[in-house]
Antibody
Framework: EVHLVESGGGLVQPGGSLRLSCAAS????????MHWVRQAPGKGLVWVSR????????SYADSVKGRFTISRDNAKNMLFLEMNSLRDEDTAVYYC??????WGQGTLVTVSS | QAGLTQPPSVSGGLRQTATLTCTGD????????AVWLQQHQGHPPKVLSY???SRPSGISGRLSASRSGKTASLTITGLQPEDEADYFC???????????FGGGTKLTVL
């Protein structure tokens, strides 16, 4: 069975940092570009970042460029998102996903003082 | 980054047909098609159709996706109460080097 399980969310003060992780199982991880997509409370889906199959290419939404870093460990079937200089507007549920494939359950990140 | 355009709400009667639309441009929907996602309140999104308009296994045959130029469509026939949800379209944008999403359509089954 296909699973994506995110972890690492929580409450952090503005300016702080968090590292999100996503464990993948049940499918061939290296067949997919992987993404982080976020959803603020009551709002729509917003693409955050992507990494290609082997981690050599990445891209970011303008709103997170320079603050967030995406990476993957194919040996462990893991996806990561390092988030620095967090802002109130980064508050959202963060989904690990292939977009046109599996989606995780999401992990909530709350940025508040 | 610019997004795709979806109507905020669509409604249809029980056992009737509803069509949801998603309009982009030649860099996204017009280039590679769109993915359709369904999201029930409090749950993660679920893929309903791929960019080639095919359905994942387990998705009802009442759903069909299509594309004409820069507009993708999702048609749901025989509407059921469980179809009431938010529907999002998404596409890779070659110009932005980013995935873009529509703002979502809330489908109400009357």
């Amino acid at each position: 069975e296909v699973h994506l399980v995110e972890s690492g969310g929580g409450l952090v003060q503005p300016g702080g940092s968090l590292r999100l992780s996503c464990a993948a199982s049940g499918f061939t991880f290296t067949n997919h570009w992987m993404h982080w997509v976020r959803q603020a409370p009551g709002k729509g889906l917003v693409w955050v970042s992507r990494v290609d199959n082997y981690g050599s290419g990445t891209s970011y939404a303008d709103s997170v460029k320079g603050r967030f870093t995406i990476s993957r460990d194919n040996a462990k079937n893991m996806l990561f998102l390092e988030m620095n200089s967090l802002r109130d507007e980064d508050t959202a549920v963060y989904y690990c996903t292939a977009i046109d494939g599996p989606w995780g359950q999401g992990t909530l990140v709350t940025v508040s003082s | 980054q610019a997004g795709l355009t979806q109507p905020p709400s669509v409604s249809g009667g029980l056992r009737q047909t509803a069509t949801l639309t998603c309009t982009g441009d030649s860099d996204n929907v017009g280039h590679q098609g769109a993915v359709w996602l369904q999201q029930h309140q409090g749950h993660p999104p679920k893929v309903l159709s791929y960019r080639d308009n095919s359905r994942p296994s387990g998705i009802s045959g009442r759903l069909s996706a299509s594309r004409s130029g820069k507009t993708a469509s999702l048609t749901i026939t025989g509407l059921q109460p469980e179809d009431e949800a938010d529907y999002f379209c998404s596409a890779w944008d070659n110009g932005l080097n980013a995935w873009v999403f529509g703002g979502g359509t809330k489908l109400t089954v009357l």
